[in-house]
């Protein structure tokens, strides 16, 4: 397994910007399918975005298309989620998840095998 750090959050005014990172311990971090999930307060945990092992492919929850972007840098062990045009209710702790077996389209948290600690964003009115 991978060891998983996220960084980035913060407070930003409504239509601002933010850069989640996720850094990952090993050497293996190519390996594993990676995304991004957020829990609101009082909410279930819910997906946000993947991206393939290699990074050409990403795939998104409707409520984040348009806005935001997945990414990584497997030479740097580092998974980024860029979030632009932020809403209140993109307010969240935003987690960072690793899968060894998942596919693109793995949205269910029992899919991955790791996580990190969390990041709170927090998107004023």
């Known amino acids: 397994q991978v060891q998983l750090a996220e960084s980035g959050g913060g407070l930003v005014q409504a239509g601002g910007s933010l850069r989640l990172s996720c850094a990952a311990s090993?050497?293996?971090?190519?390996?594993?399918?990676m995304g991004w999930f957020r829990q609101a307060p009082g909410k279930e945990r819910e997906f946000v975005a993947t991206?393939?092992?290699?990074?050409?492919?990403?795939y998104y929850a409707d409520s984040v298309k348009g806005r935001f972007t997945i990414s990584r840098d497997n030479a740097k062990n580092t998974v980024y989620l860029q979030m632009s045009s932020l809403k209140p209710e993109d307010t969240a702790v935003y987690y960072c998840a690793a899968s060894r077996y998942g596919s693109l389209y793995s949205y269910t948290e029992h899919e991955y095998d790791s996580w990190g600690q969390g990041t709170q964003v927090t998107v004023s009115s």
């Open positions: 991206i393939s092992k290699s990074g050409g492919n990403t």
């Open positions: 090993g050497r293996t971090f190519s390996s594993y399918l």
